[in-house]
Each structure stands twice: as structure tokens, then as C-alpha cells.
């Protein structure tokens, strides 16, 4: 499975921005973590192989949406960040498994063996 990112970039605080995570080969599950410098790898948001559950972290419920389009045997994952802040600067990554053990550790490192190159989000 090939996992590539885009949409990164520098924006202003209460900005938008849309990430986009293309695979390549089958996943079951999919998420995005970040990274901020200094800091551990933090679980953002998840969605199971079909998008109906969606898991969330709790600093950026209600700004983020994660989502799911199949097309041409094709998934891509979004993450659609809104009311961007500062504390949100990190590098972000989409990851994915082939075979996911259920909802609870959606947003677990532990659960994805998959993992893209990043993309840099800025808010300043």
C-alpha cells in the first residue's frame, strides 16, 4: 500500500485547509496523526473502511471532519481543518491497515502499519 498526502501549507489562525491522503492497494481502516516538534505522535481523527465510524481527538472536535471517497477502486482520505490554531502547527500523516481490530484503537499508532511521507501544516 502507498500512502501520498497533500494539501499542507502555511495558513492564518481561524483558516481552512484540506488534506487529502490517496491510496494506493486495499486499507480497511484509515487516519491522520500529527506531529508537532518536541511532542508524541497524536491520533486526529479515523474512519473505518466504509467512513460510518468516525473517531476523533478531543482538541479538534468540532474544527476537523475526516472523510472517506471510493472512486474507480481508488480511496482517498480528507481531513478538512477548519478554525485553525496555532497549537494545530505539525507535520501530518495519513496512515492505514489492511486489517483493523476495531473502533476503540482507531486513533492508536499501534493500529496502522501504512504510513505516508507527511505534510507540514502551519498556522501562524
Known amino acids: 500500500v502507498q500512502l501520498v498526502e497533500s494539501g499542507g501549507g502555511l495558513v492564518q489562525p481561524g483558516g481552512s485547509l484540506r488534506l487529502s491522503c490517496a491510496a494506493s492497494?486495499?486499507?480497511?481502516?484509515m487516519a491522520w496523526f500529527r506531529q508537532a516538534p518536541g511532542k508524541e505522535l497524536e491520533g486526529v481523527g479515523a474512519l473505518d473502511r466504509w467512513g460510518g465510524s468516525r473517531v476523533y481527538a478531543d482538541s479538534v472536535k468540532g474544527r476537523f471532519t475526516i472523510s472517506l471517497e471510493n472512486a474507480n477502486a481508488k480511496k482517498t482520505v480528507y481531513l478538512q481543518m477548519d478554525s485553525l490554531r496555532p497549537e494545530d502547527t505539525a507535520m501530518y500523516y495519513c496512515a492505514a491497515d489492511r486489517y483493523c481490530l476495531g473502533t476503540s484503537l482507531l486513533l492508536t499508532v499501534q493500529e496502522y502499519t501504512e504510513w505516508g511521507q507527511g505534510t507540514q501544516v502551519t498556522v501562524s
Open positions: 492497494g486495499y486499507t480497511d481502516c
